[in-house]
């Protein structure tokens, strides 16, 4: 009975520690009427010989394009409203990919938006993808519906006390106010770097 119970425990142990998973990468903020690109990796147990990734978007979102690396046989599909899949076939190598997608954002949305998502893998089991779930709708001062150089302007001003802060769109790190960090932050979303 003792070996048996080890052996269960151990075969519990192995399946933990090689179960597949995925992970989103989202912006810190999004606005109104503009597209970013957000990523799921995904790194699938060596057994697996085929991945189904799903994802929904926020409801009205629309995804514009998409790209996996390595490239690798994959289908896309849009079966529902604001859900998008892609069956990815592995073959007899398994190995982790990348999927990354263009989000139109509407120009009407506002407030605090949910992705979510499953990996499906063969022999049936699902996991739920992690990482980043929300994105909140920050960083356009001006409300012309785009994150431009005129909203890091406002941005820095606002961090100098020449404007009074907006913390609601301004406040991109969440901390309480408008500073020069937010006003970075949102230089680099201008110049699209990480």
């Known amino acids: 009975m003792g070996k048996k119970a080890l052996g269960i425990f151990l075969g519990m142990v192995a399946l933990a520690w090689s179960a597949t998973t995925a992970t989103r990468d989202l912006p810190a903020f999004y606005a109104p009427g503009s597209s970013f690109v957000v990523t799921v990796s995904v790194a699938p147990d060596p057994e697996i010989t085929g991945v189904i990734l799903s994802e929904t978007l926020p409801a009205g979102w629309t995804m514009t394009g998409w790209a996996i690396v390595p490239e690798?046989?994959?289908?896309?599909?849009?079966?529902?409203?604001?859900?998008?899949?892609?069956?990815?076939?592995?073959?007899?190598?398994?190995?982790?990919?990348?999927?990354?997608?263009?989000?139109?954002?509407?120009?009407?949305?506002?407030?605090?938006?949910?992705?979510?998502?499953?990996?499906?893998?063969?022999?049936g089991r699902v996991y739920e993808v992690g990482g980043d779930r929300v994105i909140e709708e920050k960083g356009d001062l001006d409300a012309d519906g785009s994150i431009t150089v005129a909203d890091v302007v406002l941005c820095a001003r606002m961090a100098a006390g020449d404007l009074p802060p907006d913390l609601e769109k301004g406040d991109l790190d969440s901390d309480g106010s408008v500073t020069d960090s937010d006003a970075v932050m949102l230089l680099r979303d201008v110049m699209g770097l990480p």
């Open 72 to 123: 690798i046989l994959t289908i896309s599909s849009n079966p529902e409203p604001d859900t998008y899949k892609w069956v990815v076939v592995l073959g007899t190598e398994s190995m982790p990919f990348a999927i990354s997608y263009t989000v139109q954002v509407p120009a009407d949305t506002s407030g605090v938006q949910s992705f979510s998502g499953t990996v499906s893998v063969s022999g």
